[in-house]
């Protein structure tokens, strides 16, 4: 479980930090990539479902990621021996699920706003 957390969280870490097109401040600085350039492939393009049903990743490359639903996730953080173990866990889980929700409406702004020019 902590294996395929870690591996959740620098797939999310990639693809936030590689987000391209999204508008910034009141003066809308925008960012685009050169012409001809590909991002890499682990970069997010979608995020879908939430932490109740599960979320489903998709990469550019076409590849998909499915971390497990909170409930899943509990059960794992629950099977740990000490309670510090646990709630380190829990709290870990709970974070990646709130950063998950957020790249996905972060994703949904910057596709939203791709035909605006």
């Not at 959740?8 to 910034?24: K, R």
Request: with cysteine; charged share 25%; net charge positive.
């Amino acid at each position: 479980m902590k294996r395929l957390l870690h591996l959740f969280a620098m797939t999310i870490g990639i693809g936030s930090g590689l987000m391209l097109g999204l508008t910034a401040g009141s003066g809308h600085a925008e960012t685009r990539a050169p012409e001809g350039w590909q991002p890499p492939p682990k970069t997010i393009v979608a995020v879908e479902g939430d932490k109740a049903n599960g979320f489903s990743i998709h990469h550019y490359d076409g590849s998909w990621l499915y971390p497990p639903t909170d409930s899943e996730a509990a059960a794992e953080c629950s099977a740990y021996d000490t309670r510090v173990k646990r709630v380190r866990c829990n709290t870990e889980v709970r974070t990646w699920y709130r950063d998950l929700g957020r790249l996905k409406r972060a994703l949904r702004y910057a596709h939203s706003s791709e035909g605006g020019d």
